[in-house]
């Protein structure tokens, strides 16, 4: 059984930095591509970033370019770096992968 679990939001002030992580087990293969999407209130969910190939570079929302940062954790897992958040950045936020989805985790920016 494939699953994916995000982890490391919560509620922050605009400026302040959080992490999230992703963990994936259950997939047979590994190096896939992967993907951070968000969705706010009222709004369609939409990509974030995105790791589409082995050592491929990774691409940006222009919403989020210089602020958020994504990697691999190792084969499986990745991590998305936001810093500088601002309130847009509030809404829930999903890891994906060929075929499966995380479950989302709430990101909040606010004072």
């Known amino acids: 059984q494939v699953q994916l679990v995000e982890s490391g939001g919560g509620l922050v002030q605009p400026g302040g930095s959080l992490r999230l992580s992703c963990a994936v087990s259950g997939f047979t293969f590994k190096l896939y591509p992967m993907d951070w999407y968000r969705q706010a209130p009222g709004k369609e969910r939409e990509l974030v970033a995105a790791i589409r190939s082995p050592g491929g570079s990774t691409n940006y929302a222009d919403s989020v370019k210089g602020r958020f940062t994504m990697s691999r954790a190792n084969a499986k897992d990745f991590y998305l770096q936001m810093n500088n958040l601002k309130p847009e950045d509030t809404a829930v936020y999903y890891c994906?992968?060929?075929?499966?989805w995380g479950q989302g985790i709430q990101v909040t920016v606010s004072s």
């Open positions: 994906h992968i060929p075929g499966f």
